[in-house]
Structure formats: structure tokens, C-alpha cells
């Protein structure tokens, strides 16, 4: 059984502040045994930001229900806009009250709800991914395990590759397959604007995406050893300035909507007014479901490195599903939530469903599953996603300042400020870079 409700607004003024966990421990619905429905289903409510993600949901509670004859749920999913469903999360994790069993957290959102002292409302949910461990990216599973302990479960990898409109780049005499560094990326992108007179690449404004892989691959973080601020660090002005550089030579320019992800976006990409977009691999599903108009056009292949980078790749995004640990289902809670986001069967449909890359590696390796013609993902782009991921997955690197509950901070600074001084207004990286710590310093602290 399953059902959902969708609410399109929220009045949650105030939630913003800062996360008080002083009763989270133990508080909230505490262990009274859950009652049943009359047909004996568990009863199980759970909070997304994300509808796709909520219809997910629901075929793997029915996957469940078929397998798990005898310890049914009823889940019910309500799904909220971004900002309200976090600010609604983050009052009922500061009074203690009103938690849902189970909860989407994004995963710059994550931090918040862990504390550095251990202090969460959030259910240790180890034991349960253990079963799973071997074959899941483990990169993943660290964006929600504090100290040894797991808090949350992954949705997908979300490794970053590069998706190519081929047609556009054949007919400018562009091979994209020798795209291999990013100053191989930045040679074919300013050689197809001169062909051209179009954009090549995306310098996102609203969006900090791309940034994490490079700087990731230089080796840096937007953080120092001791978790303090720290967005001016030469790895980071080394990142902006090559971007600077490369919109500069005209591989890349800004983009409507500010990111690649945004609808004004998806409208310019299907018209042909960019042919390069570097973005994580649940990307994908952007392209299927909001520009049907390339199908047959685009291929996937590696992201763009650095000489001698300290990675390949990172995982971009991400979501990260929880379970409250004041719910008096909890048990029944993280046990179908391992099953939802890390069994073979549910990251099967990660990838049938929502075109994600699955965060089970073995997945990767069942051509069934992932060369079957059939699929919509497969019919629509000219190579296989797999056999890209398959290519670089020994490459794939943890992006440590994920982790760091001022990331949201830094975001906000770079989206609202840094990114535009840089590519709209033409203010050196170094320059935007030195005003963003500072700014972030008076925030935050240094």
C-alpha cells in the first residue's frame, strides 16, 4: 500500500536558524509499539523534496510488500518544495516533535542534522547497510556516516561525466572522443565558438556543480585540515581561473536560468545553443524527460581531467534517505529503506526508473540491465552510460567538504555573489575568491 500527497507551499517562516539538537537524542514519538492497520500493514510516513523521487518510493514499497508478505507497509509519501521541506525537517528536529519515520535529506542539507558532537535525530542505520556495503561505492555512503556510523542512505553515485551533442560537434568538424583534459576541453570548445558562433560549454552562475570536481582533482577543498573556511585556498583560485580562462577563450559561457539544471536551460541545450555539458550522470534523466528533441544526439563520455588530478571523477548531488530516531517503527523503518536504496532489485529500478547511476557497483557489471535496448535511457543517447562509468569507477573520489555542515554557507555565498563577479562582471578569480572568504569569514567564522 501506498499514497502521497504533494504540497506546493509551506509557511515556515524562522526555520532557517541555526539546528538546536538538545532534545533530538531521545525525544520525539519515543518507543511506544506502533499500531497497525486493520489489514496488519505497517504504517510508515515519509517526507521528499523530489516527486520522481516519491513514485520511486512507492514501487519499491510495493516490491517490499510482494517479497515481505508478512511485514507489509503502508507507506505514505508527502512531498514538499526544497526549501520547505529542509526548513519543516529542521522545526521538528528542534522541538523534538513531528519527525516522519523517514525523510529525503539533500546532501549539503545533511550536515545540519548531524552535529560535530554526535548529537542527531537521526537513527544509526550501520547495521543495516552492512549487508550491502561490499558492493556500494563507499565514497557514497561516507556523505552520510559521521564517526563510523552510517545516518543515511544513498539514492546514486552521481559521477560526474560529460554529455556531448555530437551532431552539433560533427557538423563543426569537433571529435569529441579526444576529449580527455580540460585543456583539451577548453582547445575544442573555443575551436567550435569560431566555427560556430556558438557556445560550447556551460560557466553556471545559480549552481556550484562543476566547481567540487575540479577543485577535487587538484587535491583541494573549499575547507582546511581543522574544518575552517577556506574558498581562497590556491586549489580553488587555481579552479576558477582555468574556468576564467576557458570563458574567456569562448569554450564556455554563462547560461539562462544561471545552471544546466533549470528549465530556461533545457529549453537553450535542446535548441542547440550549447554543445557541452559537464554534469553528474543523473543528468540523464534531464535530457529524457525535458529535451525529447535530442534523442539520437548526445553522447556520454568522460568527464574532462587534469594532468597528474587527484581523482577522475567525484560524485556530484545527492540525496541521502534517513530514518527518525523517535520513530516507533524504526526497526521496520531502516530495514526497508536498506532494501529501498541499496539491494540489487531497488538499484535495478534506480537506473530502469529514475536514469540514475546505481550506488550497487554490481549493477554495473549486468549488461541485462544496463545494455537492454528497451530502456529509454539506452534508446535515447549514442553510447551507453555504463560503459563510461565502468571506465572511470576506479577513479571515483570523495569530495571532503561535502561532509562539512558550513558547505551550505559557501554555496549560497558562491551562487548569490562569487560566480556572477566572475563571469558576469569579469572579476579576477583571485579577487572574488579573497571578497567570498571574507564574507564567509563574517558569517561563520574563520
Known amino acids: 500500500m501506498t499514497r502521497s500527497r504533494r504540497f506546493t507551499s509551506l509557511a515556515a517562516a524562522g526555520a532557517a536558524g541555526v539546528l538546536m539538537l538538545a532534545a533530538c537524542s531521545g525525544g520525539g514519538g519515543g518507543e511506544e509499539p506502533a499500531a497497525t492497520n486493520a489489514d496488519g500493514t505497517t504504517p510508515l510516513n515519509m517526507w521528499v523534496f523530489a516527486e520522481l523521487h516519491g513514485t520511486y518510493y512507492e514501487q519499491m514499497a510495493e516490491l517490499w510488500n510482494e517479497q515481505n508478505p508478512d511485514r507489509q507497509v503502508d507507506l505514505e509519501v508527502t512531498v514538499y518544495p526544497y526549501d ?61 556516516g559521521r564517526d563510523g556510523k552510517q545516518y543515511g542512505m544513498p539514492t546514486h553515485v552521481g559521477a560526474f561525466v560529460s554529455f556531448y551533442n555530437a551532431e552539433l560537434l560533427e557538423a563543426a568538424g569537433i571529435d569529441y572522443t579526444t576529449i580527455e583534459t580540460w585543456d583539451d576541453f577548453q582547445e575544442a570548445g573555443a575551436a567550435y565558438k569560431a566555427a560556430t558562433g556558438k557556445n560550447f560549454g556551460v560557466a553556471s552562475t545559480g549552481v556550484d556543480m562543476v566547481e567540487p570536481l575540479m577543485v577535487a582533482q587538484l587535491g583541494g577543498t573549499f575547507f582546511d585540515e581543522d574544518g575552517a573556511v577556506s574558498v581562497n585556498s590556491p586549489e580553488v583560485v587555481q579552479a576558477l581561473e582555468f574556468e576564467q580562462g576557458m570563458q574567456e577563450a569562448g569554450a564556455i559561457a554563462t547560461i539562462p536560468g544561471g545552471s544546466p539544471d533549470d528549465e530556461e536551460a533545457y529549453g537553450a541545450i535542446a535548441r542547440g545553443d550549447y554543445a557541452a555539458i559537464v554534469y553528474p550522470a543523473w543528468y540523464t534523466s534531464r535530457f529524457v524527460d525535458y529535451m525529447p528533441e535530442l534523442s539520437g544526439k548526445v553522447a556520454i563520455a568522460p568527464a574532462p581531467t587534469f594532468e597528474g588530478g587527484e581523482v577522475e571523477t567525484i560524485g556530484g548531488g545527492g540525496t541521502g534517505t534517513a530514518v527518525a530516531d523517535s520513530s516507533p517503527v524504526k526497526e521496520l523503518a531502516a530495514e526497508w529503506v536498506a532494501f529501498a536504496k541499496l539491494s ?103
Open 84 to 144: 520547505d521541506m529542509h526548513n519543516k525537517l529542521q522545526l521538528a528536529a528542534n522541538s523534538g516533535e513531528g519527525m516522519p519515520d523517514l525523510v529525503d535529506i539533500e546532501v549539503s542539507k545533511f550536515s545540519k542534522f548531524v552535529t560535530d558532537d554526535g548529537r542527531t535525530p537521526l537513527m544509526d542505520l550501520t547495521e543495516y547497510a552492512e549487508p550491502y556495503r561490499e558492493d556500494v561505492v563507499e565514497a557514497r555512503l561516507d556523505l552520510y
Open 344 to 446: 540489487p532489485e531497488a538499484n535495478v529500478a534506480v537506473w530502469e526508473v529514475l536514469g540514475f547511476d546505481p550506488v550497487n557497483m554490481a549493477i554495473w557489471e549486468d549488461e541485462e540491465v544496463t545494455k537492454d535496448p528497451e530502456n529509454k535511457f539506452n534508446a535515447y543517447f549514442r553510447t551507453n552510460l555504463f560503459d563510461v562509468l565502468n571506465e572511470v569507477k576506479d577513479g571515483i573520489g570523495h569530495f571532503e567538504s561535502f561532509s562539512n555542515a558550513n558547505l551550505p554557507a559557501v554555496d549560497d555565498v558562491f551562487t548569490t555573489t562569487t560566480f556572477t563577479q566572475i563571469f558576469e562582471n569579469g572579476v579576477p578569480a583571485q579577487e572574488a575568491l579573497d571578497q567570498a572568504q571574507q564574507d564567509l569569514e563574517n558569517q561563520i567564522g574563520g
